[in-house]
């Protein structure tokens, strides 16, 4: 499905949407990039499908989000997509515990309620994706969000869960 690209897609600048997307990157930077975690071997496996230079690029560009700037090309918001998505099936799948205990363990002496994450995690991602949906009148585009959502981040969460089951 060929989509134009020059697009923009523009995300309220809101507390909520800014979070998000802060913490979808503090989520994935621990399952990429934390030694207790072994998914060095999904990057080395899967360096095509994450593309980790690409990934390395756009977290850049998120981490400068402010209140003004959150505009993204439709192949970023897309990959944005993805990478919320994946975050969120990861935890459902049935590697989480690892993950949790991980996530626990470096906030042993904050008030965290890694339950309460998730929930606030599930809900605003949710938000995030309906608001794009009632609001894009691209049917092109939602389409290809959806197929791109279902079919890549599937399959990298069946990876992802494979190498933490062992």
Same mark, same amino acid.
């Given at each position: @499905?060929?989509?134009?690209?020059?697009?923009?897609?523009?995300?309220?600048?809101?507390?909520?949407?800014?979070? +998000?997307?802060?913490?979808?990157?503090?989520?994935?930077?621990?399952?990429?990039?934390?030694?207790?975690?072994?998914?060095?071997?999904?990057?080395?496996?899967?360096?095509?499908? =994450?593309?980790?230079?690409?990934?390395?690029?756009? +977290?850049?560009?998120?981490?400068?989000?402010?209140?003004?700037?959150?505009?993204?090309?439709?192949?970023?918001?897309?990959?944005?997509?993805?990478? =919320?998505?994946?975050?969120?099936?990861?935890? =459902?799948?049935?590697?989480?515990?690892? +993950?949790?205990? @991980?996530?626990?363990?470096?906030?042993?002496?904050?008030?965290?309620?890694?339950?309460?994450?998730?929930?606030?995690?599930?809900?605003?991602?949710?938000?995030?994706?309906?608001?794009?949906?009632?609001?894009?009148?691209?049917?092109?585009?939602?389409?290809?969000?959806?197929?791109?959502?279902?079919?890549?981040?599937?399959? +990298?969460?069946?990876?992802?869960?494979?190498?933490?089951?062992?």
């Amino acid at each position: @499905m060929k989509i134009k690209t020059d697009e923009f897609i523009i995300l309220p600048p809101n507390e909520e949407n800014k979070t +998000l997307i802060w913490e979808t990157f503090e989520i994935t930077q621990c399952i990429f990039c934390d030694d207790r975690l072994p998914t060095s071997q999904i990057i080395k496996e899967n360096l095509e499908e =994450i593309n980790f230079e690409y990934y390395q690029n756009f +977290l850049e560009k998120c981490s400068k989000i402010d209140e003004t700037e959150l505009i993204f090309n439709i192949n970023e918001f897309l990959y944005l997509a993805q990478t =919320i998505d994946f975050v969120a099936k990861c935890f =459902i799948g049935s590697s989480i515990d690892k +993950l949790e205990k @991980m996530i626990i363990s470096d906030l042993e002496y904050e008030d965290f309620d890694f339950k309460e994450f998730k929930k606030w995690y599930w809900t605003q991602s949710t938000n995030l994706f309906q608001e794009f949906r009632d609001t894009c009148k691209n049917e092109k585009l939602l389409k290809c969000f959806n197929d791109e959502l279902n079919y890549k981040n599937e399959k +990298l969460l069946k990876r992802f869960n494979e190498v933490l089951s062992f």
